[in-house]
T-cell receptor, first 112, second 114 residues
Framework: GNSVTQMEGPVTLSEEAFLTINCTYT??????LFWYVQYPGEGLQLLLK?????DKGSNKGFEATYRKETTSFHLEKGSVQVSDSAVYFC???????????FGGGTRLMVKP | EPEVTQTPSHQVTQMGQEVILRCVPI?????FYWYRQILGQKVEFLVS????????KSEIFDDQFSVERPDGSNFTLKIRSTKLEDSAMYFC????????????FGSGTQLSVL
């Protein structure tokens, strides 16, 4: 079956630090991969996505590259801000029905 | 940006009672979903709904669960006889148009079954 594993948090960084949140997946075929972000008190928001191998998704300074050879989709940002503090979820979609499989979520705390 | 709205934000119920969780999806979306997250666990897919019928459902979505789009704006999840293990955050989502894979999630309803 499908599964997504992401690093456990919380991840605590100082402002302007480099961020990496690791995500690996197990799936048959060629899933689409996503990062969702959940700010306090809000729903999950799509941050970025990639639909095929070697695609790079990017948004708001965040990037992730679909690496089929390592079955990974690590999230990176060169310089985090306090406003990036949130929970980040890696997810995959391996069918036409938007049945997303989520990782466990990683809480990011950025200190000024 | 348009939003998915869920009510109530918190719901407390007694075991065995029926609950209805309500959602107002984005108005021009055609695909609707329920996900849930038990405390400390992963977000899990429950059901997807399109054209007034269930498209997909997970093993979690047993006979105790049902979904309905009673009018042109609401999308509901009913749990017929709640169990303690139904306690979770329930997220509604919708998608549609030319961005079918982009799900918009509501902020969730925290259901506590006592």
């Amino acid at each position: 079956g499908n599964s997504v594993t992401q690093m456990e948090g919380p991840v605590t960084l100082s402002e302007e630090a480099f961020l990496t949140i690791n995500c690996t997946y197990t799936a048959t075929g060629y899933p689409s991969l996503f990062w969702y972000v959940q700010y306090p008190g809000e729903g999950l928001q799509l941050l970025l996505k990639a639909t095929k191998a070697d695609d790079k998704g990017s948004n708001k300074g965040f990037e992730a590259t679909y690496r089929k050879e390592t079955t990974s989709f690590h999230l990176e940002k060169g310089s985090v801000q306090v406003s990036d503090s949130a929970v980040y979820f890696c997810a995959l979609n391996n069918n036409a029905g938007n049945m997303l499989t989520f990782g466990g979520g990683t809480r990011l705390m950025v200190k000024p | 940006e348009p939003e998915v709205t869920q009510t109530p934000s918190h719901q407390v119920t007694q075991m065995g009672q029926e609950v209805i969780l309500r959602c107002v999806p984005i108005s021009n979306h055609l695909y609707f979903y329920w996900y849930r997250q038990i405390l400390g666990q992963k977000v899990e897919f429950l059901v997807s709904f399109y054209n007034n019928e269930i498209s997909e459902k997970s093993e979690i979505f047993d006979d105790q669960f049902s979904v309905e789009r009673p009018d042109g704006s609401n999308f509901t999840l009913k749990i017929r006889s709640t169990k303690l293990e139904d306690s979770a955050m329930y997220f509604c989502a919708s998608s549609g148009g030319d961005a079918y894979e982009k799900l918009f999630f509501g902020s969730g309803t925290q259901l506590s079954v006592l």
